[in-house]
């Protein structure tokens, strides 16, 4: 069994985590679908740290005898290839509009170019 100490300790900073990501999200500088990942990892962190014994039962449900914090591993495993997956997506769609968008500054920039060498006078914005 967990110490109180400890439990109460992991539950004040599981709640610091939640409190993080909600100023973070108050204050616009994460957004709401970058931010769910977090706050569901803050929910977990919170419910495992006042679930004294959840770490054992959660072990004898998926079959580990031996060494039950394994489980926090391999969640925690789970936790970050999640993470590195919805961020490689991000990437990824950010890599292309990117490359849309100089494609579009190109067009934009020859055609400007084109004006000034027939003499018309440049667009007006």
Do not use: C, K
């Amino acid at each position: 069994m967990t110490p109180l100490a400890i439990t109460i300790a992991a539950a004040v900073a599981s709640v610091g985590l939640l409190a993080v990501v909600l100023e973070l999200i108050r204050s616009r500088r994460l957004r709401e679908r970058y931010a769910l990942l977090w706050l569901l990892a803050g929910v977990v962190l919170l419910v495992f740290s006042i679930w004294r014994d959840g770490i054992n039962t959660i072990a004898g449900w998926v079959g580990i005898r031996t060494y039950p914090p394994a489980v926090l591993f391999a969640i925690a495993a789970l936790f970050f290839f999640a993470v590195l997956l919805h961020y490689a997506t991000v990437i990824s769609r950010l890599s292309d509009q990117n490359t849309v968008l100089a494609q579009r500054l190109a067009l934009l920039e020859s055609r400007l170019g084109e004006l000034e060498d027939e003499g018309a006078p440049p667009p007006v914005a």
